[in-house]
């Protein structure tokens, strides 16, 4: 069935250090990964996403890797600050005959120390 | 922050009673998403709306049911409502399914006592 694997759960860094979140997903024909930052109290928001037909994508200090054969991909979140800590969650979509589902990982809870 | 809206923002409801949350879709988008988070957990996948008609659904009863208007708003009805119900739940909208990128509403949060 679907499911996708996020690690680690937690990940503590330095400000300025980098952090990396990695998924796992099962169905082979999933072919779009976003990743949403979610504060305390508010909404999961948007902050990078990447398609199944490039490797690599970067928006600033925040780049996505997708290596589809082996079905994983990553959220590399490089010279980190405080504003940064959140959850951050990853998700993949399943294509099933009685409809698509986007399913998410269980989340990590990043702290950026000062 | 997104065009998508939702209300109310908190709800407190009894055991056994029922439950409609609403969301009003970004601009442009004809596509509505449920989901159900629970504290300290991912966002799960209740259904999806696309044209009016269900998209998708995933592991919910059916007790758990929606609607789609004519202006891309939605409805999440919850009946005979139960403890364990008690989360946030979030409706996301996009322009087609998930190959477009969805965008969260605020979120209703609901406490069943």
């Known amino acids: 069935g679907e499911n996708v694997e996020q690690h680690p759960s937690t990940l503590s860094v330095q400000e300025g250090d980098s952090a990396v979140i990695k998924c796992t997903y099962s169905d082979s024909a999933s072919n779009y990964f976003p990743w949403y930052k979610q504060e305390l109290g508010k909404r999961p928001q948007l902050i990078i996403d990447?398609?199944?037909?490039?490797g690599e994508k970067k928006d600033q200090r925040i780049a996505v890797t997708l290596n589809k054969t082996a079905k994983h991909f990553s959220l590399h979140i490089t010279e980190t600050q405080p504003e940064d800590s959140a959850v951050y969650f990853c998700a993949a979509p399943y294509y099933q005959a009685a409809g698509n589902k986007l399913t998410f990982g269980g989340g990590t809870r990043v702290l950026v120390k000062p | 922050e997104t065009g998508v809206t939702q209300s109310p923002t908190h709800l407190i409801k009894t055991r056994g009673q029922q439950v409609t949350l609403r969301c009003s879709s970004q601009?442009?988008?004809?596509?509505v998403s449920w989901y159900q988070q629970a504290l300290g957990q991912g966002p799960q996948f209740i259904f999806q709306y696309y044209r009016e008609e269900e998209n998708g659904r995933g592991n919910f009863p059916p007790r758990f049911s929606g609607l789609q208007f004519p202006n891309y708003s939605s409805e999440l009805n919850v009946n005979a409502l139960e403890l364990d119900d008690s989360a946030l739940y979030l409706c996301?909208?996009?322009?087609?399914?998930?190959?477009?990128?969805?965008?969260f509403g605020p979120g209703t949060r609901l406490l069943v006592l």
């Open positions: 996301a909208s996009s322009q087609t399914g998930f190959k477009e990128t969805q965008y």
């Open positions: 601009s442009g988008h004809n596509t």
């Open positions: 990447i398609r199944s037909n490039v």
